[in-house]
């Protein structure tokens, strides 16, 4: 059974997502052979971080939760289709989040695993953005940043397999 979302619960949502990443690039960090990997990878996490927060300040915000009510009257399959998103890129929690860099076989495998994570991100938040209309100004600023950490793992990868 469709349970539609709640306020609020999208971008609680978001902050787990940011929490998860930030879990995940802190353990390839302690494990990183390369001085390199350890430094991106530390401030990619610094990242998440960040982004946890702007999503935490968004989530209080009172017009966003206002937003949000759209969601719970929106069609069937919109829900369905953010359900999916949601179930398809996150992991359950954070200690997830770090066996799965733990278990990479290789550092690049690593780079390879945040690399398809900070892709499902970007659709999950783009759709996010749809969602919050007017109210997602703070998602283009993270979108960018997104988006630039694939470029940034990207040229990671490409060092490593050098």
Do not use: W
Request: proline share 1%; aromatic share 6%; hydrophobic share 40%.
């Amino acid at each position: 059974m469709l349970v539609p979302f709640a306020e609020g619960q999208i971008l609680e949502i978001a902050v787990e997502t940011e929490r998860q990443g930030a879990a995940f690039y802190d353990a390839l960090a302690t494990q990183a052979k390369s001085q390199r990997v350890r430094e991106e990878c530390e401030r990619l996490a610094e990242f998440e971080r960040e982004h946890e927060r702007l999503f935490r300040q968004l989530l209080a915000q009172e017009h966003s939760q206002q937003a949000l009510q759209s969601v719970q009257a929106g069609d069937v399959s919109d829900e369905r289709y953010l359900l999916a998103l949601v179930e398809s890129n996150m992991l359950p929690d954070e200690e997830a989040a770090r066996r799965l860099a733990e278990e990479a076989d290789s550092e690049v495998d690593a780079i390879n695993i945040a690399l398809q994570m900070e892709k499902n991100t970007i659709l999950f938040y783009r759709e996010l953005q749809d969602i919050l209309g007017e109210q997602a100004g703070v998602l283009a600023t993270i979108l960018d940043e997104e988006r630039a950490h694939v470029y940034e793992l990207n040229e990671l990868k490409q060092y490593l397999q050098q």
